[in-house]
């Protein structure tokens, strides 16, 4: 009896979910990566709650605002203030300019809301907050500071991005050294195309990221809900969303290129040879966001480079510095950045991940 059976390959997207499946259960049995995670929540967690309460205790006595008499009926309803009432826009510059009062609202005919907010050296974004609708600020003093806000939230962006991006595109680089360096890959693209694996290591990560991402923004949501900072809350909302969709795009473009970067190595000590660049590109829009979020030229110029906008653009949001369609040009600049970086890593994956030994070079990784 003729016991032989042809077993024909899985189909290509039967074979990209087998290996999303691999990939993302393998992570979600390592006790380092849940422990690590349920950490990362924990502190977030932690820290969403402080600041609401921080935030609350603040306002307790109420932000010290100069108002102008005909500007008046801008601040009725609006909860938290100290109200001054001055005859005019003069006497409100003196009392901001002395240090009386945090800000002054004053009619302006020209303003979308009606009114404008004068600051010395900078407006705090829980002042702007405050308002149903965020008013145009003019500065008297222009200086190099900001709020605490602000800076808390480039911290917040950041950091994200960093952790996220470089833990999920180092745990890339590594599968793909370790098949090689095993040779289980000669055996997995045996059985399901090259493209095919790239894709499920590639979608399995991201989709560990992005719940990495959308529970942190649960969370944040959750925290701020509890300590009643409805205002705060407000004026997130949109940066937070903007934020895990850059995400989506940016890690995809960064996970490519890391597995990419890794198939050119066949040793895991060598993988920094080739996967330090992008490493370095993570890291830069943490410090470039650190040391500038209160620099509207860098924080614009980040918001349009691909690597660097899934930082630069929430952040830009969040502290009013952006124009309506800005994300929707950057979204499309990183979604074509993004589909390059796809094809050019596919092409390096493909062509570098039988060569064993000896690193390969960029050029023989891209030619055909």
């Known amino acids: 009896m003729n016991t032989d059976v042809n077993v024909a390959a899985p189909p290509f997207a039967q074979s990209v979910i087998l290996v999303t499946e691999r990939e993302i259960g393998s992570k979600l049995r390592s006790k380092a990566f849940v422990i690590s995670t349920a950490i990362l929540f924990v502190g977030a967690l932690i820290g969403v709650i402080w600041l609401g309460f921080s935030a609350n205790s603040a306002s307790t006595s109420g932000t010290p605002v100069a108002v102008t008499s005909d500007a008046t009926q801008y601040v009725q309803d609006v909860p938290g203030l100290d109200v001054t009432e001055v005859a005019d826009r003069t006497a409100a510059e003196s009392l901001v300019t002395s240090g009386d009062v945090d800000a002054a609202v004053v009619a302006d005919a020209s303003s979308p809301v009606g009114f404008t907010l004068i600051a010395d050296e900078s407006a705090g974004s829980t002042l702007l907050l405050t308002f149903a609708q965020v008013p145009p600020v003019e500065v008297l003093n222009p200086g190099d500071t900001d709020t605490a806000l602000g800076y808390l939230a480039a911290i917040g962006f950041g950091i994200v991005f960093l952790m996220a991006a470089s833990l999920f595109g180092g745990t890339i680089a590594q599968s793909v050294v370790e098949e090689k360096q095993t040779r289980v890959v ?40 509890v300590t009643g900072q409805t205002e705060l809350l407000r004026g997130l909302g949109g940066p937070i969303a903007w934020f895990a969709v850059f995400f989506l ?8 290129l890391f597995a990419a970067a890794a198939a050119m190595v066949s040793r895991q000590e060598d993988i920094g040879s080739t996967t330090t660049p992008l490493t370095l590109l993570i890291m830069a829009p943490y410090f470039l966001v650190i040391f500038f979020f209160d620099n509207p030229l860098v924080l614009k110029i980040m ?59 960029l050029r023989d990784a891209l030619s055909s």
Do not use: D
């Open 249 to 256: 795009f940016g890690f995809v473009l960064l996970a490519s």
């Open 186 to 225: 000669e055996l997995l693209i045996s059985a399901i195309p090259v493209r095919a694996l790239l894709a499920g290591k590639v979608i399995g990560n991201t989709v560990l990221a992005m719940g990495q991402v959308l529970i942190l923004a649960s969370i944040a949501i959750v925290g701020l809900t």
């Open 303 to 361: 918001s349009y480079v691909p690597f660097s906008a899934p930082v630069g653009m929430p952040l830009r949001l969040f502290l009013g510095e952006a124009q309506w369609w800005e994300p929707l040009l950057s979204l499309a600049i990183l979604i074509a950045t993004c589909v390059a970086a796809i094809a050019i890593g596919a092409r390096i994956y493909q062509n570098s991940l039988l060569r064993m030994g000896a690193r390969v070079k």
